[in-house]
């Protein structure tokens, strides 16, 4: 592919991308702009991106493609910027971000400059940001959303595909508004609800600190998505506002109704509360990368016994297996501990369960 690539937003996502279509088509310039003068040296120097540009006004008008990645206000001003330059004609534009309703409406204004704007959201990401983050295979296997409005013909799509086709995710096609409401019950509200209960143990833990040190698995799966940047999630509220207040009182009411059967201690109500939600919890697609399981998680029954950690990392490593996580996760009845151990792929899962239960290790998948 000889087309001149502009990554605009050098973090987690913007670094992830030019890492994969890099390795999908070598022979690609990409160039990379950040407002952080430290973000462009550093994905210069980490060899992410070829080439630093220090403005937009100059690189810009050359760019074929241009992937804005920023937090989603910040794409907004990008796109203004955008619309007050020479663009070439018939270039692509698409984004990455979290929300699509004001994106893409202010997007589709660089459609009347003979250039294509297709939004877009990778449904895969992490808790850390920058472009120290990045990875190449992020976006494998997860969740590619497009949001393309009427007027982008079928060629303009497909050539982005073509593009993106490098990250190895599924792309997906939704309108703007149906993407903003199922990203906000999948992902926004969830978010607002990891934070939550942070606060709520961060307040117990002034008074107490001994709580905080106590928060073990539970407590720390469901919140680790609370350590992103606080700013990205301040654009994502604030550009997917209406959907969220409207989520935010349908959970205040959930929650009302779980008091009032906590008031009433109605057990049958409390059972089926659980049982219902373990239900579908437990029909979710399990081991497909995308929005609800990023990584590929092993669970290992280890014995408590010095040099398990080595002998099973050892086992792994003798078979070529590359561990992206390793996490010691509980304590089982004082003499088993359980190991999370986190890989890039499918494959490399289904390698290290054979490879392991060779050694007598028991395994398992999360549900
Ligand atoms: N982090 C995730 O899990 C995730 C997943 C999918 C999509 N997204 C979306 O991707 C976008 C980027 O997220 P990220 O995690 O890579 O964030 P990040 O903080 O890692 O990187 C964002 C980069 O954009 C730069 N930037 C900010 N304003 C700019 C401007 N006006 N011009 C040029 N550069 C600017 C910042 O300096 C920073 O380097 C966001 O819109 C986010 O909603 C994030
Ligand atoms: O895995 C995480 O850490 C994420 O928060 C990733 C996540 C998500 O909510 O699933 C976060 C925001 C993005 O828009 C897409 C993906």
Same mark, same amino acid.
């Given at each position: 592919m000889s087309k001149r690539i502009l990554i605009i937003g050098l973090g987690l996502i913007g670094g992830s991308l030019a890492l994969a279509v890099k390795k999908g088509y070598p022979g690609t310039t990409i160039t990379g702009y950040d407002i952080d003068p430290q973000a462009r040296k550093l994905a210069k120097s980490l060899q992410v991106i070829d080439d630093a540009a220090v403005s937009l006004e100059d690189e810009a008008p050359e760019a074929d493609i241009i992937i804005i990645s920023t937090p989603v206000e910040s794409t907004i001003q990008v796109i203004n910027e955008l619309l007050n330059l020479p663009l070439k004609k018939g270039s692509l534009i698409t984004d990455v971000g979290s929300t699509k309703q004001t994106v893409v409406e202010k997007g589709s204004?660089?459609? =009347?400059?003979?250039v294509f704007f297709i939004g877009g959201h990778p449904m895969a990401g992490s808790h850390k940001s920058g472009? =120290?983050?990045?990875? =190449?295979?992020?976006? =494998?296997?997860a969740f590619y959303i497009l949001t393309p409005t009427e007027d982008i013909p079928v060629a303009k799509m497909i050539q982005l595909q073509n593009v993106l086709k490098a990250t190895r995710a599924k792309f997906i096609e939704l309108d703007p508004e149906t993407h903003d409401r199922f990203a906000g019950l999948i992902s926004h509200l969830p978010h607002i609800i990891a934070s939550g209960l942070v606060h709520q143990v961060a307040k117990t833990g002034e008074k107490e600190p001994l709580v905080s040190q106590l928060a073990a698995g539970g407590f720390r799966d469901v919140t680790?998505?609370?350590?992103?940047s606080p700013g990205m999630w301040r654009d994502i509220l604030l550009h997917n506002r209406e959907t969220l207040l409207t989520m935010l009182a349908d959970w205040k009411q959930m929650m009302s109704e779980v008091e009032k059967m906590l008031v009433e201690r109605d057990e049958d109500q409390i059972y089926s509360f659980f049982a219902e939600a373990k239900a579908v919890r437990d029909d979710l697609p399990a081991k497909k990368k995308g929005a609800l399981l990023p990584f590929y998680d092993l669970f290992v029954d280890v014995p408590d016994h010095p040099g398990v950690i080595s002998d099973v990392t050892a086992i792994l490593a003798q078979s070529g297996i590359s561990i992206t996580n390793i996490r010691i996760i509980e304590a089982r009845e004082d003499i088993m501990g359980v190991l999370r151990l986190s890989f890039r792929s499918e494959e490399d899962l289904t390698l290290a369960k054979a490879k392991l239960s060779e050694h007598m290790y028991e395994t398992y998948e999360a549900p």
């Open positions: 204004l660089l459609n =009347e400059k003979g472009v =120290e983050a990045s990875r =190449e295979r992020l976006f =494998e296997n680790r998505i609370a350590s992103a």
